[in-house]
């Protein structure tokens, strides 16, 4: 049985990024994917004849620019192109609100001048925090264990001097964002509610919480961390779908020599004294390697792909209890004509739709949502007034649909990750809430759509191997980030076992399209492993 040095579950795009800056250290690498198709949750698809998408994830922001570099993702034929503003929100009394840009800013004036004037002072708080957090997301968090490390310990002042930085006015703010909700934040700077509202969406996004849960103001911050085309703060759509971005990182990886293989569902982690020093396959295959690096969710590898007895107990209760979950529910639909809106007549191509189009009026909106979704009081499990985001890529990227007519994605919260009955039996009622919900502010919609995919979260976890749907690979709460993800004592890449390694969004800095947990983990299994020849 050949060996190689390192074997990688999971071909998603962290997976890949590991692979390939091992490789470029001159490991030899090989990455197992369970699917048909390379990317994980980031892939583009056919989901209706004729009509392509992105399949899960589907917008581009969070994608660390030092990563597109080293791995030349320009060269292999990556294209980010920007929205025109950020959000649009259609509003129940037949007005909207659009965030971002000229349109923005005048919309924003006419609502309220006091919010216009203190919406540039917000995103300089936010840039404060953000500039000292984007350092530490490239960094190995310090880890926490019983041992005594000096390279541990050297991490922990490396951290103090960053957040050093920060004056006493920048130290509150960041314990603002880290421990307060979304919505106490923005009601202390603001007084429009649509304005909340499109700021407030990002806490909630992938986040199965009330933007009033205290600590939601962070996953909120966790979606500013981005840039496209070197512009901050800004969201596009990648050409060719998000598959576009993970067929370019493969491109990177076959070049290296990166061996990638699909359709390799793992089975189980093997180990031997201890220490991981292989893979077994579904299929009966089995692969030996120095060691193993896992790109899946934790919950996942510890509990499906090692055996207990590998385990020590409290790795066991705890990884148990590891959070997720994020009350998605995610649609690709296929239309014939673009939405109609009431507060932004005609079905001719306009700025806003080819922005992301919010369905959530207020924040008191999507906490009734939350609490609808988690109570089951009314209905097995989800919101009877959901929040809807609509991205229409086809506006952007006209490779998607058919002349003339389009592809949308609809990102929607909240549903219960369990519901009365299983997910198998309600998908496509559900799926028809969604459609409807849309159809009130856009009254062609429901009668304009060709074919739809519906993704429950017992879909992304069964296609995809998002736990409970969870999109992050784990909540984002302060019990779970930094040197605490996945769990104290493996804050810094290393598994529960000696040669195990995770490299996927349960790691540090957590969720989203950025490559860093992939190249972070890299660094440190180079370190581990060390160059050769």
């Given at each position: 049985?050949?060996?190689?040095?390192?074997?990688?579950?999971?071909?998603?795009?962290?997976?890949?990024?590991?692979?390939?800056?091992?490789?470029?250290?001159?490991?030899?690498?090989?990455?197992?994917?369970?699917?048909?198709?390379?990317?994980?949750?980031?892939?583009?698809?056919?989901?209706?004849?004729?009509?392509?998408?992105?399949t899960?994830?589907?917008?581009?922001?969070?994608?660390?620019?030092?990563?597109?570099?080293?791995?030349?993702?320009?060269?292999?034929?990556?294209?980010?192109?920007?929205?025109?503003?950020?959000?649009?929100?259609?509003?129940?009394?037949?007005?909207a609100?659009?965030?971002?840009?000229?349109?923005?800013?005048?919309?924003?004036?006419?609502?309220?001048?006091?919010?216009?004037?203190?919406?540039?002072?917000?995103?300089?708080?936010?840039?404060?925090v953000?500039?000292?957090?984007?350092?530490?997301?490239?960094?190995?968090?310090?880890?926490?264990?019983?041992?005594?490390?000096?390279?541990?310990?050297?991490?922990?002042?490396?951290?103090?001097?960053?957040?050093?930085?920060?004056?006493?006015?920048?130290?509150?703010?960041?314990?603002?964002?880290?421990?307060?909700?979304?919505?106490?934040?923005?009601d202390?700077?603001?007084?429009?509610?649509?304005?909340?509202?499109?700021?407030?969406?990002?806490?909630?996004?992938?986040?199965?919480?009330?933007?009033?849960?205290?600590?939601?103001?962070?996953?909120?911050?966790?979606?500013?961390?981005?840039?496209?085309?070197?512009?901050?703060?800004?969201?596009?759509?990648a050409?060719?779908?998000?598959?576009?971005?993970?067929?370019?990182?493969?491109?990177?990886?076959?070049?290296?020599?990166?061996?990638l293989?699909?359709?390799?569902?793992?089975?189980?982690?093997?180990?031997?004294?201890?220490?991981?020093?292989?893979?077994?396959?579904?299929?009966?295959?089995?692969?030996?390697?120095?060691?193993?690096?896992?790109?899946?969710?934790?919950?996942?590898?510890?509990?499906?792909?090692?055996?207990?007895?590998?385990?020590?107990?409290?790795?066991?209760?705890?990884?148990?209890?590891?959070?997720?979950?994020?009350?998605?529910?995610?649609?690709?639909?296929?239309?014939?004509?673009?939405?109609?809106?009431?507060?932004?007549?005609?079905?001719?191509l306009?700025?806003?739709?080819?922005?992301?189009?919010?369905?959530?009026?207020?924040?008191?909106?999507?906490?009734?949502?939350?609490?609808?979704?988690?109570?089951?009081?009314?209905?097995?499990?989800?919101a009877?007034?959901?929040?809807?985001?609509?991205?229409?890529?086809?506006t952007?990227?006209?490779?998607?649909?058919?002349?003339?007519?389009?592809?949308?994605?609809?990102?929607?919260?909240?549903?219960?990750?369990?519901?009365?009955?299983?997910?198998?039996?309600?998908?496509?009622?559900?799926?028809?809430?969604?459609?409807?919900?849309?159809?009130r502010?856009?009254?062609?919609?429901?009668r304009?759509?060709?074919?739809?995919?519906?993704?429950?979260?017992?879909?992304?976890?069964?296609?995809?191997?998002?736990?409970?749907?969870?999109?992050?690979?784990g909540?984002?709460?302060?019990?779970?980030m930094?040197?605490?993800?996945?769990?104290l004592?493996?804050?810094?890449?290393?598994?529960?076992?000696?040669?195990?390694?995770?490299?996927?969004?349960?790691?540090?800095?957590?969720?989203?399209?950025?490559?860093?947990?992939?190249?972070?983990?890299?660094?440190?299994?180079?370190?581990d492993?060390?160059?050769?020849?």
């Amino acid at each position: 049985m050949q060996t190689r040095d390192v074997l990688i579950i999971g071909g998603g795009h962290n997976g890949l990024v590991c692979a390939a800056y091992l490789a470029a250290a001159g490991l030899k690498v090989t990455v197992l994917e369970r699917r048909s198709v390379l990317g994980g949750a980031a892939v583009t698809e056919e989901f209706h004849p004729g009509f392509r998408n992105s399949t899960a994830s589907y917008t581009v922001s969070l994608l660390n620019p030092q990563v597109i570099a080293d791995l030349h993702l320009v060269h292999h034929g990556l294209k980010v192109v920007e929205r025109p503003y950020s959000n649009f929100l259609p509003l129940p009394d037949g007005t909207a609100f659009r965030l971002g840009g000229a349109a923005g800013a005048a919309d924003l004036a006419r609502l309220s001048q006091r919010d216009s004037e203190r919406l540039p002072e917000y995103y300089a708080m936010l840039e404060r925090v953000v500039a000292v957090l984007r350092e530490l997301m490239v960094r190995t968090p310090p880890n926490v264990s019983d041992r005594f490390v000096l390279a541990d310990w050297l991490a922990s002042v490396s951290v103090a001097r960053a957040l050093k930085r920060l004056d006493m006015r920048g130290r509150r703010e960041l314990l603002d964002l880290f421990t307060k909700s979304a919505a106490e934040l923005l009601d202390a700077w603001f007084e429009s509610e649509p304005l909340k509202a499109a700021l407030g969406w990002d806490s909630v996004v992938g986040n199965f919480a009330s933007p009033y849960t205290p600590g939601s103001a962070y996953v909120l911050l966790h979606h500013v961390f981005g840039e496209v085309n070197g512009k901050q703060g800004v969201w596009g759509h990648a050409i060719g779908g998000m598959g576009a971005i993970t067929q370019a990182i493969a491109a990177e990886c076959r070049a290296r020599g990166v061996e990638l293989i699909t359709e390799a569902a793992v089975a189980k982690v093997q180990t031997r004294d201890g220490r991981a020093v292989g893979l077994a396959l579904d299929d009966g295959r089995e692969f030996s390697a120095r060691c193993v690096v896992a790109n899946v969710n934790p919950k996942l590898l510890y509990t499906r792909l090692m055996a207990a007895d590998d385990l020590d107990a409290d790795t066991r209760e705890r990884i148990g209890r590891y959070r997720c979950g994020s009350g998605t529910f995610r649609m690709n639909v296929a239309l014939s004509e673009l939405p109609d809106f009431r507060a932004a007549p005609g079905t001719s191509l306009q700025a806003h739709h080819q922005s992301g189009i919010l369905i959530g009026p207020s924040l008191a909106y999507m906490e009734r949502a939350f609490f609808d979704a988690k109570s089951r009081e009314h209905n097995p499990g989800w919101a009877r007034e959901p929040i809807v985001e609509l991205v229409i890529s086809s506006t952007l990227d006209d490779s998607l649909a058919p002349a003339g007519q389009h592809v949308a994605s609809l990102f929607c919260q909240h549903v219960n990750p369990e519901v009365t009955g299983g997910w198998d039996t309600h998908r496509d009622t559900v799926a028809k809430l969604m459609i409807d919900t849309v159809d009130r502010y856009a009254p062609n919609f429901a009668r304009s759509v060709l074919g739809y995919r519906a993704l429950s979260p017992l879909d992304l976890e069964r296609d995809f191997g998002l736990i409970g749907g969870d999109i992050f690979h784990g909540a984002l709460g302060l019990d779970q980030m930094f040197s605490a993800r996945p769990l104290l004592g493996q804050g810094n890449y290393r598994g529960a076992i000696a040669g195990l390694y995770l490299c996927g969004s349960g790691t540090h800095p957590g969720g989203g399209v950025t490559g860093l947990p992939g190249r972070n983990a890299a660094r440190e299994i180079v370190r581990d492993l060390g160059r050769r020849g």
